[in-house]
Structure formats: structure tokens, C-alpha cells
DNA sequence: GTCCGTCGGCGTACATCGTACGGCACCCGC
DNA sequence: GCGGGTGCCGTACGATGTACGCCGACGGAC
């Protein structure tokens, strides 16, 4: 790993053109998107130098010519399909008031968490900004302009909602990627677990969580449900909202 | 990467014994303290397998005779970590209503991914099904029970807080972490992106994300302050929670 | 007391990762 | 036509988790 660190030139990077070519004809558009193709297949963990070499036809070391280094390249993959939230759609601002407007944000954003899960592992650290975050960013706050919150209320409430989704979506995420790799279903599992659990809780005592956990994956059928959990939790959010604009 | 998966194996390292040495005196208990240790002082990446042992003072190998995989030890560490939470502390439902209740959930969870960062990185997938998970689940339970909410709900409420401080601890950690990597002080970071980006928008038009961006900025001293992003989350929640209750 | 099977400890080896380094060959300006 | 810069890329290094198999020390049977 490189000790390297430049802002200017991964923000240069971001917002530069990725369509020129080199002598072979490797452009940025290229890397970054047969980097997006293998992410999306087989995860981020896939989405190697040398695998992505290999789909382009070039070279591992032939990256570096256009890429800094992974980190750049997966700051280039983040941008690259945050692209995709808002357009061929209808801004969210066009909807019928900011709830409206909100609830439509969540679920474009929550759609994207599933079309790339990898999206969540490659974020973290400090923001993107490259130009499609920046779109997202002011299309999203559009939604919360002229309704009666401060500035910095309105950056607020959209990263408590964004957050909400990024945490549900995780969950989601986590629980597929646990069944791709160990090859067992929800209820496969938890029919391996849950009799040894029995076992080996026998003499302590958990009153609560056995009988919430219960209710809970019984009417889940697993032990979490991330798609209950985001639409719980966005309405819950919501009405907290609108006591805060009261 | 062993292809291995065996939830009952998994199970029953959690609940066994931690202390019964092997002939060198190794123990699992010492085993996950030295990992635990190591990922405080430097992050998950540098609890390597070589490094554990070599802090323990035995060979690499050997802790395989203790632990299957780093997976499981995984799930050692953080089961462990999590029995700190409420331990030598107020049991949280002994607060002054299920509002403080859950407000103190909150603080507790909060102070104990920022003593272990990598306590983030370290969980998702499946539950921990361990002892001290158990018992952070059924105290957090009893802060929300006989106040109304249906089973479901209790969970689902409890869900929504954890996850809310689970994505503002991970933004916390990211920025930390960034900081740490990068060498570069949030306020140096955003002194060599500044002018860089303003350059680089030129022509594009951000007027609302300009806005509201500057005035964050500005209030937080920096791109984002994860610690008001934890409080007002959390009030906004609980008001919606109480709204729920009604 | 002796012997032997079992099992804890561990050295070596392998596939995989990101990437530093340096050589080769092409292409453009003179 | 030719010299220099630059795109391309093969090789090599230090990591990682862990499979495999050897060694040597215990514990029970006689």
C-alpha cells in the first residue's frame, strides 16, 4: 500500500473527463466501469486490479497509468453510480410536499444499496465529492428548502434519513452476504442455531429477549427483517420531523 | 480462506469456557484480549493472526488449535467488548422513564464504538448470538416493555436507536480513521480541497448545496460533526417513538 | 515402569492482495 | 530521421489467512 495522499489530484480526478485514451485505447470510463461490473457480480472483494485488468484485456500495472490507486479507483466507482439516484427519473423535489419528497429520497437511495451493495463498503472515511454527490446533495436538499428549517437543520434531517437508509441497507447487505458465503439460507440457519442456542442457554435466563425475539422472527421468518426495519423506521423519523417543523 | 462454516461450533466456542489452557498455558480468552488490545491501539487490520501470536508470545499456528478462524475470533472479540456496556454501570431500565431509558442505550452504545472503532467493522452479517449479546439485548429490552408498544414493536423501536447509533458511530470512526491515514487534520483536509473544488465547479451551479454546505461547515468547523448528528438523530427519533406511543 | 496413541504447538508453503520499480516500444515534434 | 517523453506492463516484495504435516509431550493400559 502507498502512503500516498493527494485531495487535489483525486478531486481532479473525479470531475476530470474519463473518455481520453491512452495508446491502447484505456480510458478511466473503462476501469471504473468493468470495476462496477465485478463489484456488482461478485462484491467489492472481486473487483481486484489484476480481475479488472483482466476484463479490460490490459495489463494489471496498465491501470496505474489512469487510476492513482485502489482507493481513487473505488472514489471514482462511488461517484460513477450515485450517477444513477436521480436521473431518467423525476426529481425529488417534484413531488407533493417535503414528506413526500423525503420518503422518495429514502427509497431511491435504498434501491440503489441493493442494485450495488458494495456501495457501502466503499464509502466511510471522509465525503466523495465528486460531481454526482454533489448533484445528489442539492437534490436532495431541494426537497427541505422553504419549509421552515434553518440551514442547518435542513442538513440535519437529510443525513439523519440518509443515515437510517445506509444503516437498514448494511443490515440487508450483511445478511445476503452472509448467505452467499456460507451457503445457508435465513431459515437453514437458524434451524442450525437455534437448538444448540437452547442448549447452551439452559440455566440462564432471558425472559425479554426470548420472548420479543420470538414474536420478532416469527413474524419476520428470520432474525431480522431490514426491509421492515426501513420502513419503520423512516415513518418514525418522519413524524419526528414534523414535530420538528411544528 | 477456509471455506468452513459451523454455526454450532461457533455457538458453543461463545458460551464455553475461555480459560481452560492448552499445554503451553494458552488460553481463548487471552487469545481475544491480545486481539482486542492490538484493534484499540491500531484498528481491525493490525489484529492479524501473526500479530496476535506474537504479542501472546506463541507461534502463528498455534491459535488455531484454540480458535477455527479469524472469523470466529471475530465474534470472540466483539461478544466480549459488548459485555462491557452495561457492566459496573446502571442497568439502563433503571432510568426515570423509557425517554431517558433509551437515551442512556444510546450514550452507552455510543461511548463503546468510540473505546472500540473496530467493533463496526468487526459485526454485520448474521447476529452474535453471544452470552453478553443475550444479556445487552434483554437489558435494552426492559427499558421498552410495559409502556405500551406491541413485541414487534419493541424490537423494532430498539432496532431504529441501535441503528441510528451505529451510522453516526461509523461516520464518527471514518473520520478518525481518514484522519489517521491521511496524516491531514479535518481543517487541513478541507483547506487543500476547498480551492480545488471551487475551481473544479466552476460553471456548474450548487446553490442550495453551496448554501447549506457553508453554513454546516461553518457551525461544525468541519465536513461533518457526527457527534450533533448523534444528538439530533436521536431527539428527532424519540419524538417520533413518542408520537408512536400515543 | 514402560510403551503407545492422542493431541497441543508450530514451521513451512501457497494463493492472493496492492503496488514500487524499471525496461520496452511507440509516437510526436524537430 | 531521430530523440525524448510517455503509455504499457512483467517481475518482485511484503502483507494476509490458513492447509498440511512433523514433533514432542502428556496420559492411560499393562
Known amino acids: 500500500m502507498s502512503a500516498k495522499s493527494d485531495p487535489g489530484r483525486s478531486l481532479a480526478l473525479l470531475w476530470g473527463s474519463h473518455t481520453r485514451p491512452g495508446r491502447s485505447g484505456l480510458t478511466v470510463r473503462a476501469i471504473v466501469e468493468a470495476a462496477i461490473a465485478l463489484a456488482d ?3 467489492l472483494d472481486a ?3 489484476r480481475r479488472v485488468a483482466d476484463k479490460i484485456g490490459s495489463g494489471t500495472m496498465s491501470l496505474y497509468t489512469h487510476v492513482p490507486g485502489k482507493t481513487e479507483l473505488n472514489d ?3 461517484d460513477t453510480v450515485i450517477g444513477e439516484l436521480y436521473t431518467g427519473v423525476d426529481d425529488p423535489s417534484g413531488r407533493d410536499g417535503w414528506r413526500a419528497g423525503m420518503r422518495y429520497v429514502a427509497e431511491r437511495n435504498w434501491d440503489l444499496s441493493l442494485r450495488h451493495p458494495w ?3 466503499a464509502t466511510g472515511g471522509r465525503p466523495t465529492l465528486g460531481p454526482n454527490a454533489l448533484l445528489k446533495y442539492e437534490a436532495e436538499l431541494r426537497v ?3 419549509i421552515g428549517l434553518t440551514d442547518v437543520q435542513m442538513d440535519s434531517v437529510l443525513t439523519l434519513v440518509l443515515t437510517h437508509v445506509e444503516g437498514v441497507a448494511r443490515s440487508h447487505a450483511g445478511l ?3 448467505q452467499r458465503d456460507s451457503g445457508l439460507t435465513e431459515l437453514e440457519w437458524w434451524r442450525a442455531t437455534a437448538p444448540v442456542l437452547e442448549r447452551v442457554m439452559t440455566g440462564h435466563d432471558f425472559p425479554l429477549a426470548g420472548r420479543v425475539g420470538e414474536a420478532s422472527s416469527q413474524v419476520y421468518q428470520a432474525s431480522a427483517d431490514p426491509v421492515h ?3 419503520f423506521g423512516l415513518d418514525v423519523i418522519l413524524d419526528g420531523v ?3 417543523i411544528d
Chains 1, 2 share one sequence.
Do not use: I, K, S
Open 41 to 43: 457480480a461478485e462484491g
Open 47 to 49: 473487483a481486484t486490479m
Open 76 to 78: 471514482l466507482m462511488v
Open 119 to 121: 456501495l457501502l463498503d
Open 144 to 146: 427541505l428548502d422553504g
Open 176 to 178: 445476503a452476504r452472509a
Open 229 to 231: 426495519a426501513f420502513a
Open 242 to 244: 414534523q414535530r420538528l
